[in-house]
C-alpha cells in the first residue's frame, strides 16, 4: 500500500492543494460567466421581445459575448487571478457535448430532414431565420449563447490580466 503525501509536487511544481483550489477557481468562473449570460437573458425576458423575429436574437448572441467580457475583464482585475482566461475550455467542451447531441437528434418532416451534418449543426447553432427545428428551438442559447459567454469571460480575463 502506498501513501500519498498532500504536499507532493505533481504538476509544475504545484500541491495538489493547489491544484485543487485552481479547479475551484475554475468552475467558479465558469460559473460566473454563466450569471453574466443569465443577466442578459433576464434583460431580453423583461423586454418580451418577438421571438420570431430575428434583431432580438442578433441582440441577444452579440450581447452574450461582450456581457460576460466586459464582467470577466472587471472580477480578472479585482481578482488578479489568471485561472479566469481559460474558462474558454469549457465553453469549448459545453459547445463539443452539445454538437454530439443534436448530431444524435431524430430528424423528420420539418426537422431539418434531409441535413447532413454540418448543416444540421449550422442550422440548429447559427441559423437565425432557418433554424433546424431541432432542440426546440434553443439550439442558439445551448449551442450559441452559452458557449460565448464562456468565451468572452475568458476573452475579457485575458484582457484584465494584462499590463
Known sequence: MTHMNTNQDISQGKSIGELGREALWFLTHTFLALAFLGLVMGVMTMNRPDPESANPKILATILAFFVP?????????????EVASYVWISGL????????????????????????????????????????????????????????SMIGYAVGARFGLAD
Not at 69 to 81: K, L, Q, S
Not at 106 to 127: I, N, Y
Request: glycine share 14%.
Open 69 to 81: 467580457m466586459v464582467g470577466g475583464f472587471f472580477i480578472a482585475r479585482m481578482r488578479r487571478n
Open 93 to 148: 467542451v459545453f459547445f463539443s457535448i452539445v454538437c454530439v447531441w443534436v448530431l444524435d437528434l431524430p430528424t423528420g418532416p420539418g426537422l431539418c430532414e434531409d441535413c447532413g451534418a454540418v448543416e444540421k449543426l449550422w442550422r440548429t447553432f447559427f441559423s437565425i431565420n432557418h433554424g433546424s427545428g431541432l432542440m426546440a428551438g434553443d439550439g442558439l442559447f445551448f449551442g450559441t449563447w452559452i458557449p460565448f
